[in-house]
């Protein structure tokens, strides 16, 4: 396998001007770049959670804060924060400008989407949370604490796509778009605001915490299902030919980057792309190093069996929120669904006897209804809200 000619051509072939790949093996590590350098700097969007939350690591190990100390004015931990399980909602709802510590200020308990610890619901707010404790602990902003202390010992000089920044990230991509900068808030930051190379993520991932990987979500009733097979402390954990594998995705405006690795051999997997169709390059990039003998894993749950009884599928209808965002699920007659997603174009899923679906797409995601009425789709899950008149929702 020549890495430079299969990035060239799956690059080519989802239309992707910029793209960097990494793969270390056995000690040897093999670069490719197209359209840029290996210095350039690509928008990480959620793949920056990992490295808010091994910053968090790093004050914990220190003994600056407890992970299972609750916060003063909310019963969450900074433990439950990084795996998702804190309660917050998916999205950070504040409409306005402002800093971090007035945001965290107005956090309330009533405003946790379940309780704490009950079940996954992969949060944006809990990572700005989580990076907002680092910055009350170490008295610096978030981009001066994970420079200082995470990133300068690892020789990475960081990007910022929000804030302070002397690296400038590459453009992102969407259809002929260019798009210049990215639309993220100063406030969310500690959830999607580096921007790396492949060769950084790469560093990163040989020389983490190894207590970020610990699968917190063993056995749980409601895990990350359509995102990864478990999570630890920052990272998601994956499985594949009885190997267990970690890292994260992540998408920007434009911008599509993953990253994989397995500690037991060594092995890293690190692409970035600055484009929107980045995300199903990097799917057929597993596909193809899977084939080459580099098991690459990646969770692609992929509902089968018989269709759901029409009976079952119209119980599942009402309107589902996870804090402001909201989910209409209607019945169109057998087992299928209609789903209409924070008020966007409906689509019609098929859904199968153990709840579960898929939402078409570019790459489709997974989607499942849980015990209790809950949903789950991409890893957010949302409660049923009763109707006006407070009966059932139906």
Not at 31 to 58: I, M, Q
Not at 162 to 181: C, D, L, M
């Amino acid at each position: 396998m020549n890495p430079s000619e299969l990035l060239e051509r799956l690059a080519r072939k989802h239309d992707v001007p910029g793209a960097q790949l990494v793969i270390q093996q056995g000690g040897e590590v093999a670069e490719a770049c197209h359209g840029v350098t290996k210095e350039s700097a690509f928008p990480l969007g959620s793949l920056t959670k990992p490295f808010t939350a091994a910053l968090v690591l790093t004050l914990a190990d220190d003994g600056d804060l407890g992970l299972d100390e609750e916060l003063p004015k909310l019963p969450v931990t900074p433990r439950r924060l990084l795996t998702h399980t804190a309660g917050l909602a998916a999205n950070v709802e504040q409409p306005e400008k402002i800093s971090r510590r007035r945001w965290a200020a107005r956090c309330r308990p009533d405003d946790l989407v379940h309780r704490p610890g009950e079940l996954f619901s992969y949060s944006n707010a809990g990572y700005v949370l989580a990076g907002h404790l680092a910055e009350d602990v170490t008295g610096v902003n978030w981009w001066d604490a994970v420079e200082s202390i995470l990133l300068w010992p690892l020789g990475i000089t960081p990007s910022f796509v929000t804030g302070p920044t002397v690296r400038k990230p590459v453009p992102g991509h969407s259809g002929a778009r260019v798009i210049a900068e990215q639309a993220l808030p100063e406030l969310e930051a500690p959830a999607g605001g580096l921007a790396l190379s492949a060769a950084d993520l790469a560093r990163f991932a040989s020389q983490h915490n190894a207590a970020m990987r610990r699968d917190h979500l063993a056995g749980h009733p409601a895990g990350p299902y359509g995102l990864a097979d478990g999570w630890g402390l920052g990272w998601a954990v994956y499985r594949a030919e009885g190997r267990t594998w970690f890292g994260h995705d992540g998408t920007g405006d434009g911008t599509s980057c993953h990253l994989r690795f397995e500690p037991h051999s060594g092995t890293v997997v690190a692409l970035t792309t600055n484009a929107a169709t980045g995300s199903a390059l990097w799917q057929d990039l597993v596909d193809d190093l899977r084939a080459d003998g580099i098991a690459v894993a990646d969770h692609r749950p992929v509902p089968d069996g018989p269709e759901a009884f029409a009976a079952q599928a119209a119980e599942l209808t009402g309107r589902y929120a996870n804090g402001d965002a909201l989910v209409d699920v209607t019945h169109h007659g057998g087992g299928r669904l209609g789903l209409v997603i924070d008020g966007g174009p409906g689509v019609t899923v098929t859904c199968h006897r153990d709840l579960t679906f898929t939402v078409p797409g570019s790459p489709a995601t997974p989607g499942r209804f849980l015990p209790g009425r809950l949903l789950q789709l991409g890893g957010r899950t949302a409660r049923p809200v009763p109707p006006p008149d407070g009966g059932t929702a139906q």
